[in-house]
């Protein structure tokens, strides 16, 4: 971990986030923008929220989009719905997992029992539950972590879940790159913060954190002291670039999918703060050009 602390203000933090994250310009259509915009996951739990987070980074996006091959549904970070790059299956699931952990163990049996249970198939929710003897389908998200559960969940009904094999990803390098995703888009941060992002008790949290302190370096922000990954050190000393275009975001977008006095950061007006978990698809973006409520039905493949 380096030991020369740098000092970042709120604009050199927001820049970084908004360039990373690619807000400041959308990325072309095809798959590997649909990978690169879910570098963080993209929340899914309003139904399609995450059509409207790649809507905001990638052109060309429609309705459907949630669904491209070059994306996966599962139970992520605090066993909220997400969409993630399919090669990243193992970072949001097995990534969130404690080894040796008695979650993970029953984690582990429900995904066995799952398998045996539904040969292959996608079948509801709360089939799948009673297929195993579980009272309450929800317990099925105890599996999540293992990387062998997937969902669909349209926003309409129930999910249908099925099982898949095992992510062919080293555990361990699946729990530290979890903590790399979340630095690289809502950095900088702490254990702490990290933990209430990734749903992650405090003490793993920080075993995790200090397995990184060789890519670490410590920053001061009007926030408090906290960590950036060295990689993107030069990404926080860039200028910020010219304001984007507005951009509609979805509650529980990842560039305000923040806690504490992290939403001080994003905004410091106390009365506009609050909108952030209340009104957050209605929140103008820090740094653009102007303000602007968009509406979109869904209907079309633009709001």
Same mark, same amino acid.
């Given at each position: ?7 970042l ?8 986030r908004?360039?990373?994250?690619h ?9 590997d923008?649909?990978?690169r915009?879910?570098v ?8 399609r ?8 980074r ?5 309705p459907?989009?949630?669904?491209d091959?070059a ?5 992520g970070? =605090?066993?909220s719905?997400y ?6 299956r193992?970072?949001f ?5 404690t080894a040796?952990?008695?979650?993970l163990?029953?984690?582990e049996e429900?995904a066995d029992r ?7 198939e996608?079948?509801p929710?709360?089939?799948a539950? =009673?297929?195993?003897?579980i009272?309450?389908p929800?317990?099925?998200r105890y599996?999540?972590?293992?990387g062998?559960l997937?969902?669909?969940?349209d926003?309409?009904?129930q999910?249908?879940?099925?099982i ?6 080293d ?5 530290l790159?979890?903590?790399r995703r979340y630095?690289?888009?809502?950095g ?6 990290f ?5 992650a008790? @405090?003490a793993?949290a920080?075993?995790r954190?200090?397995a990184?302190?060789?890519?670490l370096?410590p920053v001061?922000t @009007?926030?408090?002291?906290?960590w950036?990954l060295?990689a993107d050190e ?6 910020a670039g010219p304001p984007a275009?507005?951009r ?5 977008d990842?560039f305000?999918l923040?806690?504490?006095e992290?939403?001080?950061l994003?905004?410091?007006d106390?009365d506009?703060r609050a909108?952030?978990?209340?009104e957050a698809?209605s929140?103008?973006?820090p ?7 968009v509406?979109w ?6 709001p």
């Amino acid at each position: 971990m380096a030991t020369t602390r740098l000092t970042l203000t709120r604009e050199q933090v927001l820049a970084h986030r908004r360039r990373v994250t690619h807000l400041d310009e959308r990325l072309p259509p095809g798959p590997d923008s649909l990978r690169r915009a879910a570098v963080a996951g993209l929340s899914d739990s309003m139904p399609r929220a995450a059509v409207l987070s790649l809507h905001a980074r990638v052109r060309g996006v429609a309705p459907g989009s949630w669904e491209d091959p070059a994306l996966v549904q599962l139970w992520g970070p =605090r066993f909220s719905v997400y969409a993630v790059a399919a090669p990243d299956r193992a970072v949001f699931t097995v990534g969130r997992s404690t080894a040796g952990s008695d979650r993970l163990a029953l984690g582990e049996e429900l995904a066995d029992r799952l398998e045996a249970a539904l040969q292959g198939e996608r079948v509801p929710m709360a089939e799948a539950a =009673r297929a195993i003897g579980i009272g309450h389908p929800n317990a099925l998200r105890y599996a999540a972590p293992t990387g062998r559960l997937l969902v669909r969940w349209d926003g309409a009904r129930q999910p249908h879940v099925w099982i898949v094999p095992r992510p062919d990803t080293d555990p361990d390098e699946a729990r530290l790159e979890l903590v790399r995703r979340y630095l690289h888009a809502l950095g900088p941060g702490t254990p702490a913060a990290f933990g209430d992002w990734a749903g992650a008790r @405090p003490a793993p949290a920080r075993t995790r954190f200090e397995a990184l302190r060789d890519e670490l370096v410590p920053v001061t922000t @009007p926030v408090g002291e906290a960590w950036v990954l060295a990689a993107d050190e030069a990404s926080f000393r860039e200028p910020a670039g010219p304001p984007a275009p507005v951009r509609l975001l979805p509650s529980g977008d990842t560039f305000f999918l923040l806690q504490g006095e992290d939403r001080t950061l994003l905004v410091p007006d106390a009365d506009q703060r609050a909108a952030v978990a209340a009104e957050a698809a209605s929140l103008p973006l820090p740094g653009l050009d102007r303000d602007l409520v968009v509406h979109w039905e869904g209907a079309s493949g633009a709001p």
